[in-house]
């Protein structure tokens, strides 16, 4: 007798799919929404600090001037006067390029799906940071690539580990496509790689001759001094830029691009037409007016402003409030600080309890694949502002406190759980503000 | 008339409710086409608007349908406010909910003999008395494995089964995180069913039980919210005369813990046909993977027509 799976077309799905399930914690941060709850969870940008009304009038002129181009199917790899206004931005950090070079893309996202389609089968091995960005392990388990953590210290990517890695995978003969990194203030770690660690790194993959997918959404987005030169800055043959719209500008209107090899390029523009004809036209246009008739530079000045308040708000009030022994990283620009918990404390387990106290974040387990992260959690300050900011931590702290107070109770050890391991705490909060 | 199907709510189950409630508020609008049916997510705007004239100069809701999962919606909280403000709702009073929602509490009060060995203790009393005396007693008088969960609260979230003394801790940590009270229970097995227990017409009649095989071997979160990880049968494979005996059983249930209108039971029964409680819902979920929509539709009914019956009930009850 057959009984009912309430899904005819189980048995039909691909091998991709089978991880594709509902879960608890998802269903936590369904509470997240809630006005009543401090999110310091998502990473949603700060849009209410752009001018609205001026959006709507461009939006507008698009639609009267443009419309028939707007409304219509537009070029698989972009509007060329974007991709040379993406130029422009992109030479912010260093990145020197040619506008053929240049792929438009539905969000960084869309172009780390195309990027690895077109490197990676079913097994190929892909190296990222340890921790790294929860959206890119979700496209690299997407593809079945192996995903292999290296380890991080304080200037992020470990040169040392790196290359360990790479020699473990030629030993096992399991070629890696490529090491994918966040160099500038990295999500979820916060961390930011030196000139002289960019070069090291590149280097490593320049002998292994390995890509480098260099991921960076933030990187305009530092609170000090001028921006973080990008990798590819130091070459552009064998680095593959992500960039994005979402952090400088918006979010919504999904935007962004990627910078590649001649030959990657082509590759990459065959497989976007695949994927969806061709990137957004009003978005791009919108975009494009944006660039061309507004004081973009002085927004993305407000946008650092406005971060930095915020990331001092979150520093402050962790000094202020958290239990002794919690640990958390000090970051130059972008969104997230990475905390570990003291004794070993589970962000997981302890993730309903936050809810209850109506306060969120992302438990570190999220930012690997392999159970790492237990012992960690992301905070995003980017979204609330700084009292509520402070409140969220003031909750936050107590949760902590309740947590320590029942993990004692029970003398429960989760330093010794299924044999998971913390990645390294990164940086004391003796090192703070 | 007005209906408002409250879901949503604050705590870790509002996904679920709000899926509950966007599936009744779909066949309740098809089954009524002449009534206002508006899903609510509860604040205290709503509050405000129960039993008054509202800004819009909408009368306030006819009947009110619960489907807030887990404390505030099944507990005695929301139902004691609609009780004071008169508003008729569907589903179990204020008392007889505050009974079942407390594990501890309706295991003691179903037909004797039927819940599996049990205690149920506050964090407090592990922390005053130190954990590791308490432990050792209730593993060696309740046996494993044993079951911890919250005291209350569904979805099977903060449960874990614990086949080894060292899997004890770690779950009462786990599942102190849903609530301040957490229940050891032995566990049994067997095959597991729910039962959903409708009023219709002052008559109780419980609908085919439906039989629960999770393909991961554990109906946890994951196993009941996504199609495909749980396989349901219904009827179930049970001979007919389990079945009824099961049937009797949730009805038994049902007036025992003095619920209305609707109910869902679930219970256990072992290789020897003996049915053993796990728990009772006065607010059942009703999204496309739960387990009520199944039994009303074996029955040969819809979820819209028995929501609509029910809410005739609510009001003539009040009237």
């Known amino acids: 007798m057959v009984g009912n799976r309430m899904d005819p077309w189980i048995d039909s799905y691909a091998q991709r799919a089978q991880g594709l399930t509902a879960s608890a914690i998802r269903a936590l941060f369904s509470v997240a929404s809630r006005p009543e709850v401090v999110s310091?969870?998502?990473?949603?940008?700060?849009?209410?600090?752009l001018d609205s009304e001026q959006f709507a009038q461009i939006a507008a002129r698009v639609v009267r001037e443009q419309g028939t181009v707007a409304l219509q199917y537009g070029s698989g790899q972009g509007d060329q006067t974007l991709r040379e206004q993406i130029l422009e931005i992109s030479g912010l950090v260093g990145v020197r390029s040619h506008p053929d070079d240049v792929v438009v893309t539905a969000g960084s996202q869309m172009g780390l799906d195309l990027v690895t389609k077109i490197f990676c089968d079913p097994g190929d091995t892909v190296l990222v940071e340890s921790p790294s960005y929860v959206g890119a392990l979700s496209v690299f388990r997407s593809y079945q690539c192996n995903v292999v953590h290296v380890a991080m210290d304080e200037q992020g990517l470990d040169p040392q580990a790196l290359r360990e890695a790479l020699v473990t995978a030629?030993?096992?003969?399991?070629?890696?496509?490529?090491i994918y990194t966040i160099p500038s203030?990295?999500?979820?770690?916060?961390?930011?790689?030196?000139?002289?660690?960019?070069?090291?790194?590149?280097?490593?993959?320049?002998?292994?001759?390995?890509?480098?997918?260099?991921?960076?959404?933030?990187?305009l987005l530092g609170f000090e001094g001028e921006p973080p030169q990008a990798i590819r800055s130091l070459d552009d043959q064998g680095?593959?830029?992500?960039?994005?719209?979402?952090?400088?500008?918006?979010?919504?209107?999904?935007?962004?691009?990627?910078?590649?090899?001649?030959?990657?390029?082509?590759?990459?523009?065959?497989?976007?037409?695949?994927?969806?004809?061709?990137p957004s036209n009003f978005s791009q246009l919108?975009?494009?007016?944006?660039?061309?008739?507004?004081?973009?530079?002085?927004?993305?000045?407000?946008?650092?402003?406005?971060?930095?308040?915020?990331?001092?708000?979150?520093?402050?009030?962790?000094?202020?409030?958290?239990?002794?022994?919690?640990?958390?990283?000090?970051?130059?620009?972008g969104f997230y600080s990475w905390v570990t918990l003291p004794h070993q404390l589970n962000a997981t387990t302890m993730l309903p309890r936050a809810i209850s106290s109506l306060v969120a974040y992302v438990p570190g387990t999220g930012f690997y694949v392999d159970g790492q992260g237990a012992?960690?959690?992301?905070?995003?300050?980017?979204?609330?502002?700084?009292?509520?900011?402070?409140?969220?931590?003031r909750r936050l702290a107590g949760v902590i406190e309740a947590e320590l107070d029942l993990v004692n109770t029970f003398g429960v050890n989760y330093g010794d759980d299924g044999g998971r391991r913390s990645s390294p705490s990164l940086n004391p909060n003796s090192d703070l503000v | 008339m007005r209906i408002a199907i409250l879901s949503g709510g604050l705590n870790a189950e509002r996904d679920v409710s709000l899926r509950s409630g966007r599936r009744v508020a779909e066949a309740l609008r098809e089954a009524l086409p002449n009534a206002e049916v508006i899903e609510v997510d509860l604040n205290g705007e709503f509050l405000d608007s129960l039993g008054s004239q509202s800004d819009s100069g909408h009368d306030s809701f006819d009947v009110v349908i619960p489907l807030i999962h887990g404390v505030i919606g099944e507990d005695a909280t929301l139902r004691s406010m609609l009780e004071l403000k008169g508003i008729p709702f569907i589903g179990s009073g204020s008392s007889s909910a505050a009974r079942s929602f407390d594990k501890g509490i309706a295991s003691g009060l179903v037909p004797q003999g039927s819940a599996p060995k049990f205690v149920a203790f506050p964090q407090s009393f592990f922390r005053e008395m130190g954990a590791p005396r308490i432990l050792d007693t209730v593993i060696a008088g309740i046996?494993?494995?044993?079951?911890?969960?919250?005291?209350?609260?569904?979805?099977?979230?903060?449960?874990?089964?614990?086949?080894?003394?060292?899997?004890?801790?770690?779950?009462?940590?786990?599942?102190?995180?849903?609530?301040?009270?957490?229940?050891l229970q032995r566990a049994v097995s067997g095959t597991e069913l729910a039962v959903t227990v409708i009023d219709s017409g002052g008559k109780l009649m419980a609908l085919p039980p439906v039989e629960i095989v999770p393909l991961s071997g554990v109906y946890d979160f994951d196993a009941r919210y996504t199609a495909g990880a749980t396989e349901f049968f219904v009827p179930s494979r049970l001979a007919p005369d389990v079945v009824e005996r099961v049937g009797a059983y949730a009805v038994a249930v049902h007036e025992s813990l003095g619920l209305r209108d609707i109910s869902r039971t679930d219970v256990v029964v072992d290789s020897s046909g003996v049915i053993w409680f796990l728990e009772v819902n006065v607010s059942p979920g009703m999204t496309e993977t739960s387990l009520v929509p199944q039994a009303i539709e074996a029955a040969g009914l819809s979820v819209g027509g028995v929501f609509a019956e029910l809410v005739?009930?609510?009001?003539?009850?009040?009237?």
Not at chain 1, 200 to 215: N, T
Request: aromatic letters at 8%; charged letters at 20%; a neutral charge.
């Open chain 1, 239 to 278: 680095v593959i830029y992500l960039g994005s719209f979402s952090k400088i500008i918006a979010s919504g209107l999904r935007v962004g691009w990627v910078i590649a090899p001649h030959g990657v390029r082509e590759k990459l523009v065959l497989a976007a037409e695949a994927a969806t004809l061709c």
């Open chain 1, 40 to 49: 310091l969870a998502g990473g949603m940008p700060y849009v209410s600090a």
């Open chain 1, 170 to 178: 030629r030993v096992n003969n399991s070629p890696v496509k490529f």
């Open chain 1, 185 to 219: 203030f990295h999500n979820p770690a916060g961390l930011t790689q030196s000139i002289d660690r960019r070069q090291e790194i590149l280097a490593i993959a320049q002998e292994f001759k390995v890509a480098i997918l260099e991921d960076d959404p933030y990187g």
């Open chain 2, 312 to 319: 005739d009930q609510a009001v003539a009850r009040v009237n």
């Open chain 2, 143 to 183: 046996g494993l494995p044993l079951v911890v969960k919250p005291i209350s609260g569904g979805s099977a979230l903060g449960v874990r089964l614990c086949t080894a003394a060292e899997h004890v801790a770690p779950a009462l940590v786990d599942a102190f995180g849903y609530g301040d009270r957490v229940m």
């Open chain 1, 286 to 333: 919108t975009v494009s007016r944006y660039l061309a008739e507004q004081p973009w530079q002085q927004q993305i000045k407000v946008f650092q402003e406005l971060y930095r308040e915020r990331r001092d708000a979150l520093l402050h009030s962790m000094q202020a409030l958290m239990p002794t022994g919690t640990t958390w990283t000090v970051p130059q620009g």
């Open chain 1, 375 to 393: 012992h960690n959690l992301r905070l995003s300050y980017c979204y609330p502002e700084p009292a509520r900011i402070q409140e969220g931590v």
